[in-house]
Every structure is written in C-alpha cells, then in structure tokens.
C-alpha cells in the first residue's frame, strides 16, 4: 500500500465539491486515522470553467469518465455522476475491471446492477462501498453490514426520501393539501419539477432494494417490490390519522415471513409515540427489528451536500485502511435468490376509509362483509357531519391483523352492494 | 489465519450465555460473512455446575479467567467478568500480552485503563474492541470511529443508562416521585439495591469517557467529568417540564469548545420535540453533532443480554475477518491530552426553581440580581399557589445562555438577600 490514496471524483455537483472540501479539510484527521493521505488528484466534469465551492487548484480534469476510471493516475474512483446506466454505469465498470475501488453514492445503478457490480469487484480484488447510497449521512450500510453481523435481521423499514417526509409533515402541521405542500416544496428546491420518482415512491424503493439485499443475505431485486406513492393520501387521512393515534409516512419496508421477504413501499400508519413517528420534515429514518437486538433506529439527514460527503468519505476511509468488506455483507455467491411475498398475501392491520352514501344502514352492511371475509375491526366510526341528507361522510374502519387479499375482497363487495360512492382509502398500518 | 477462530468467554452470566448462544444459533451465517468458523471453545466460570441457557457440551471450562486468557487453545478472549481491577484486569491483560485479541463489555476497566490496554493491543498486534461497554446494543463505538471518520465532531451526548431514563420517564408518565419509582425500579430488577453507580450518574460517566476519547481522539480523561445524578429532581421539576415545552433527561455530554472539551453528566431539560426527548423507558440513544452529518441519533436497547451480545459478536465478526482499527479510532501515540473546560465557565441555558416566601417583592429582587450578572431571562414565572400568607411558592426562571459562574454568583446574592428559603434547583438545558 503505497502512502498516498489518489481519489478521481467524476462529477463535482453539490456531493461532489462537498467531498472534496471535506477531504481538504480532514486530510491530517484522516491520515491520523488511515494511515494514509487521500488526495483527490483527478476529477470529470461536464463543464470546467463553473466555479465550485472547493480548492480545485491541484487536480487533473477529465472531460470522459470512462477514461478517469482507467487512469493510472488514481486508486480509487468516486462516482457521483448518477442514473443506472450511461456514464455512471460504464465508469463503474471500468474502474472495477482496472482493480480500482469504487465508492459510489448512485442507488439507481446499484438497484439495477448490484450484483454484477458485486461479482466485478470481487473479481478484481476492488472495493465496492456506497454508504451514501440508502439515507444519506446516516450509516445504516455499515450499521447492517458489520453493526448488527451477529443478528438475523427480521425487519427493516424506513423514511428514505425527505421530499415525501417533508410534504407529510407538512400537510399535518399545517392542514394543507397535497398539492399545496408540494408545489411548496418544489419552490424550495425539495423536490424536483418532475416530483415522479420521489412522491411515487422510485425513490424509496431503489434505497429499500439495497437495504433488503444487506438485511437478507439476498439478491438485489428491485423488481419484487411492491410500490404506492404518497399521491393519493388527502388531508382527510392525516386527521384522521392524527384522531387516532397514528401518523402517515411513507415507509419502505424489508420483511422476513414464512414464505419469503416481502419488499414493500407504501404509506403508512404508524403509532404516534413510536420513534420513526418523531422524524418530520427532510430528515430520515430507518428501524432494524434483530432477533439479538430487538429494534434499534437511526435518525438523520438523508440528503445534502454534506451529509452524503460524510457518508462518501468514510468509504473512502475504510478502503484506505485496507478494510475489504463483501459489499452486501456476503460473498456474491452466497448472496441467495429473493423468495418474493406476495402483497396480496400481506398480513397487517387496515386503515380504511371510505365514502359513504346511507350511513343510517351503512355501518351494518359494511361491518357484515368484513365479518364474512373474518376480518375483525378495531374501530369504525363516522367523520364529519352531512350537511343534508343526500350528502356523502367518510366512514372510517381499522382492523386487527388480516390477510390483504380478504380486505380487497370485502372492498369489492362492499362497492358491489352501493355502500360506497368511491374507491376506498387504504392505508396499511405498521406496528413497532 | 486459520480457518476456525477459537473463541474463549470468561464470564456466563446473562450476556456470556446470550453472547454463547448466539455465536451457536449464527455459525453458518457468521461464517459466510467472516470466512471463519467462530466457535466457543473455551469458557471461564465461577460455579460450572449452575445451569445455563446455553450449550456448553464441547466447551473446556478453565476456574481462572488469566489461565484461560493465556491459553493456547484460543485465539479470542471475550471479557465479561466486569469491574475495573481484579480478574477483569488481569485478563485482559494476559491477553493482549500473549497476541491475543480481546472483546470486552467492560465499561469500567476502558474508563480506567483504556489508554494502557490500547498500547498494550497495539505492542502486540491485537485488536482490542469494545462496542458492547456503551449503549449496550446500539452500534456507537463503530459510527463514531469509523461511520462518522470524515467528520469533526462537534458534540455527542445520550441517554447512556437505562435505569435513570426508566425512573424519570415513570415520574413523567405517572406523576410519581423519585422515590417511587427508584424502589419500583428495583423490584422489577432495573435498578440495584445500591443504586447509587446508576442514579449518581457515575455509569453515564463511565461511557460518556468512551464516547469522548473516540468522537474528539483524545485519551480517555473520566475524572475529567462533572458528574451530577438524578436524585434531586422532584416532581415539581418534571411537570415544569412539562409545561415549558421541556423534559428532563439525564444525559452525558461531551462538546468541543473554543477552551477544551467539556465532559458532563447531569438531568437536563431537552426540547420536547427532539429525538432523545421522544426516548423512554430503559431505551438508550446517543446524538452526534458533526460537521458534515450535522445531526445523528441513534436510539436502540442500552442493556440486556440479548442487545449486548449482538454488540459483542459483531465485534467477533469483525477480528474473525481480520479487520483491525484502532481502538479509539486513532494509533495511541496520536491521542490527545484532553483540555478540560471547567463546569463553570459552561455556557448555556438554565432551569431555575427558587422556592421563595415574599412573592410580592420577589420577581423585582430576583430579576436585578440576574440583571446585575448580565443573565437575560426567557421567561419567569410563579407556578403553584400559596396556601396561607406565610407559605413558600415555586417561581421558575429560565435563562438565555450564559455562563455557569454568573448563575451560580446570582443566586449566591439572591440566597443571601433572603428571598430563597432553600438551595436553588439548577437543571442545565440542553439545545438541539
């Protein structure tokens, strides 16, 4: 190991000067700790002239990742280029295949391309390390990996998108819509002028992906989870919510059952007193159930600048002490196939509202075909008053444990006989 | 290395057992992580005929801790006798000095001889490890030297020992009195008979020690500590609390200052909105403030043979795959002296419960003798009514930071002007 640890970065957006700012100005700590110097000695980037908040002074640009990547000139290669193929994808590549080591921060690419990524750098004696991919600064890679090694994981669930946690919490704090919260969000830069990925829950789902992986010992598979976004909770739902004891977040979670792992993203009712309850606004949060631990949660930012530099460059520090760590905890030919659950088969408690014409004979009927399908209700309960008589209220149900497919069967036969005058809420409820 | 780790316990009390039986029930799957087989070969015991819950058929039991740390029939000598001198000691000792890497609970023994034993670890080449000696099973000894290793460190403070949080959460929650809950704690097995380790704050300073030598690289300094406990918070002072948007915890802080490192341990008044407030019961958390992650916590079980021991084999996990670093995260000759900043020139905000009999002239005596120190009050207030004329009556004062000699000077004054009939209660508040 020689004594100096060359870094090429290729991208230097907000991440990217912030990890050169902080190898900059942690670079004696560093060494203390390492042993080594880490010098970032290379960087790509699109457009060279653009000023960056970091000392840039001493560093080679490239215009092609690719060819950064391959250079002799760097031992490690940062990507924060992003997107699961192109550029991002084929430097990854590139630089694993030379033997560099790789720290990236790029959940699409690892979503889409983990495994083989995984059998790459094994084959090449490189690290892979993407701490900064799954909850920004928090280190739950690390925590999952090496933290909890002795535990067999049987949850794992998390807010790991700050835009739809913002815009939750502001609906409740501030009884306004969705619409509202979010096109205040997008002003504040929070979520992106296509919010798709992020309220649809893409986003959760790529960091739930990797989560699941070092939880289970299994696969990436992206593909067997199941996904909702946060579109169509109303401030109904949250006051609601809220009158009974819960708060809506949208979770993702990694659950061990019987005949398989389910992998699921959706909004959530969570008990107001719980810890991932607390997390408001932009931050994040994940709960590890262990069978030694029991529960444990980290809070922190998910996003930022320099919170994913911290997440980046202790990687970084790591891979310059020497440490090699099988990137999902196993070695890729023990990681097993992803035994799908399917959400139909989902065992849980319900939230479910529902838009109701004659509430005089309503409750019976309703209550009655969920007695058939041997659901048991917690609570029903009318909301809101009518303002005359052919006006619609929300009646609003919540169940003991039950099959998914049972709650959509008595849906249909409840919409069937009239009951209802719109497709019903359902909003599946997540006990500590 | 060879391809089994021989692992010796001297110790098999509630964690050595948990510790046992999980390394039994995890074989095939530590094995796949570490690429080692990680057996327990080898055990220390005071009464080996008493039962316990674990299997001990192939395990060679050894009557003294040091013959069993010399052994050559283990590799790996796991610490959980306890206390700072002694076999404890002396075995750990023992170990290091024959190359043998150490994994211990022993919070005591780091606080008192940390620096030494790491000298000795690293004389010999062993690693020395230690995640289980704080918080129990929550990863803060691996996130503070390695997930945060890009970060300085600004502060971190927790909820360090589960008894106290478990007797203050219950005066909260039931309006009970600290005696009350101090004997229910006992009779439920929280608390011991003398409780004083625990409700005295010593065992919150103890790991507190541990916390600041790994987050600011310093050596391990607990006399550096001002320690208070939680003995003299009344009811009073919990539903003050309550009322002012505050709770009380007793927490252990360490915060880097432009003087030195402050290391304290006492109740404190936090937010009632923050993630160490929403922590009750016998749940630990730890809050790291650095400068690039900002903001961490990480809230999980503090005690337990179950949690400890998810603590203790990740550690195992870790030797078994050959990681070494350094025990408090640099090499011992890097650790600094630590600069103590005296408790009295703490700079901060304040509780103040002043139990006063003229409550008419009051207000105006106190608040110019806060005024003449240059203290700015946020708020102060009568809480409770007089009886009778002659009765006392609480008048709570909460401050603006400033410094703790002015408050102590102040209220000095307002005791001798006769406005107070009794000491002051002075509870720290400590600030997101």
Chains 1, 2 share one sequence.
Not at 111 to 132: D, Y
Not at 386 to 409: F, K, M, N, Y
Request: proline fraction near 3%.
């Amino acid at each position: 190991m020689s004594e100096i640890l060359r870094v090429g970065i290729a991208g230097l957006g907000t991440v990217g000067a912030a990890v050169t700012r902080l190898l900059q100005r942690q670079t004696e700590a560093l060494t203390a700790r390492t042993g080594r110097r880490i010098v970032v000695t290379a960087a790509c980037v699109k457009d060279q002239s653009k000023q960056r908040d970091a000392d840039l002074s001493n560093i080679e640009f490239y215009a092609d990742p690719v060819a950064l990547a391959s250079s002799e000139k760097i031992d490690l290669f940062v990507e924060l280029i992003g997107g699961s193929e192109g550029p991002a994808r084929a430097s990854v590549e590139t630089a694993l295949a030379h033997g560099k080591s790789v720290v990236t921060a790029n959940k699409a690419l690892l979503a889409a391309h983990g495994l083989h990524l995984t059998q790459l750098a094994e084959e090449n004696h490189a690290a892979l390390a993407f701490e900064a991919s799954v909850a920004g600064g928090i280190p739950i890679v690390k925590t999952l990996r090496e933290g909890l090694a002795g535990n067999s994981v049987l949850r794992v669930y998390g807010i790991l998108n700050g835009t739809c946690n913002y815009i939750l919490s502001r609906m409740e704090r501030e009884q306004l819509s969705f619409e509202t919260c979010l096109s205040e969000a997008q002003k504040l830069g929070y979520a992106e002028a296509d919010p798709t990925f992020d309220i649809g829950g893409f986003d959760t789902a790529h960091k739930l992906s990797i989560l699941t992986s070092l939880a289970f010992g299994t696969r990436i598979s992206p593909e067997a989870i199941d996904i909702e976004g946060i579109e169509r909770v109303t401030l109904a739902d949250i006051e609601a919510a809220e009158d009974l004891g819960f708060r809506i977040k949208l979770l993702g979670v990694a659950q061990r059952t019987a005949e398989g792992i389910e992998q699921r993203v959706h909004p959530t009712m969570v008990s107001k007193n719980s810890a991932i309850a607390q997390v408001m606004g932009v931050l994040n949060a994940v709960t590890i159930d262990g069978d030694a631990v029991h529960e444990l949660t980290l809070v922190g930012p998910g996003a930022g600048g320099d919170a994913t530099a911290s997440a980046v460059v202790a990687d970084i520090a790591d891979i310059a002490k020497g440490v090699r760590t099988a990137p999902f905890g196993l070695p890729s030919s023990q990681l097993k196939e992803l035994k799908r659950m399917p959400m139909r088969r989902h065992e849980g408690g319900y939230y479910i509202r529902l838009s109701v014409r004659d509430v005089a004979g309503a409750f019976a009927r309703i209550a009655s075909r969920m007695a058939e399908r041997k659901i048991s209700l917690e609570s029903i309960m009318q909301r809101g008053r009518r303002g005359s008589p052919g006006d619609c209220v929300d009646v609003i149900l919540i169940t003991h444990a039950t099959s998914e497919h049972l709650v959509r069967e008595a849906l249909e036969l409840i919409f069937e006989d009239g009951t209802i005058v719109a497709r019903a809420q359902v909003i599946r409820i997540e006990r500590e």
